[in-house]
């Protein structure tokens, strides 16, 4: 599993979190996506950017799941030792009984976070490919 540090901002805003979030291979999307609790956009008032639209999205053992959508309401930032990647804009999902935060796969690319083993959770960044390896969180 890669666990990845990031920065989440509220647009038009000086609002943020820095959490750890999951890049979830299975958590596709359109569009770059942020699945977070809702008690993360509550902290980070997202209703002041906008109000929320209902959503449905289908897991991947094929389930269907109810959840709010902020369209383009946050920016994402990739935190390391010695790099900040982003910021990239982002929708947000929000699920009451979410655990964690989880990057789609949209959200990663444009990251440009590569993950070089699934098992051991070494990534890069796209432009440290055969130079670099990183350790997830």
């Known amino acids: 599993m890669l666990r990845l540090k990031v920065r989440i901002e509220r647009i038009n805003s000086g609002a943020h979190i820095e959490v750890i979030g999951i890049a979830n291979s299975g958590f596709v999307g ?3 996506e942020i699945l977070m609790p ?4 509550r902290e980070l008032e997202l209703h002041k950017v906008q109000k929320p639209e209902v959503h449905v999205k289908i897991t991947g053992d094929g389930r269907e799941v109810t959840l709010m959508k902020y369209r383009k309401s946050v920016k994402v ?21 979410a655990k964690y935060v989880l990057l789609n796969d949209k959200l990663l690319s ?6 070089l083993d699934f098992g051991e959770g070494i990534w890069c960044f796209r432009d440290e490919l055969g ?3 990183r350790k997830s969180l």
Request: proline share 8%; aromatic share 2%.
């Open 30 to 32: 359109a569009e770059p």
């Open 38 to 41: 809702s008690h993360i956009a």
């Open 77 to 97: 930032y990739v935190l390391t030792e010695d790099r900040i990647e982003g910021p990239v804009m982002c929708s947000v999902l929000t699920l009451p009984t």
């Open 110 to 115: 444009k990251l440009k976070v590569v993950l």
């Open 131 to 133: 130079r670099k390896e």
